[in-house]
């Protein structure tokens, strides 16, 4: 069965950080592209950023420069750095995990994780 299990959300100020990780299991974790995205209230998912398979990274412009995602493949786990939050960062959070080959299952999400930043 596979699980995707995200912690570390919760209600900061404008400026302040935050730190989500995500726990993978049932998969081949090194195999898997790990990914946050983010739903706003009242609006569609999008992309935070993505730790490829090959360790490669890419984020929204929206948080470049802010935000950081880290992945271990020892610990099966992605992690989001989260700096000089914005009210307009409110979300849910979420991981997701796509593969690399397609001969893979795939993709998974986990349940996400509430962030809020409110003055």
């Known amino acids: 069965q596979v699980q995707l299990v995200e912690s570390g959300g919760g209600l900061v100020l404008p400026g302040e950080s935050l730190r989500l990780s995500c726990v993978a299991s049932?998969?081949?974790?090194?195999?898997?592209?790990m990914g946050w995205y983010r739903q706003p209230p009242g609006k569609q998912r999008e992309l935070v950023a993505v730790?490829?398979?090959?360790?490669?990274?890419n984020y929204a412009d929206s948080v470049k420069g802010r935000f950081t995602i880290s992945r271990d493949n020892a610990k099966n786990t992605v992690s989001l750095q989260m700096n000089s939050l914005k009210p307009e960062d409110t979300a849910v959070y979420y991981c997701?995990?796509?593969?690399?080959?397609?001969?893979?299952?795939?993709?998974?999400w986990g349940q996400g994780t509430q962030v809020t930043v409110s003055p």
């Open positions: 997701n995990a796509e593969p690399a080959l397609s001969s893979l299952p795939g993709g998974y």
């Open positions: 730790a490829t398979s090959v360790g490669t990274t």
């Open positions: 049932g998969i081949i974790f090194r195999a898997y592209a």
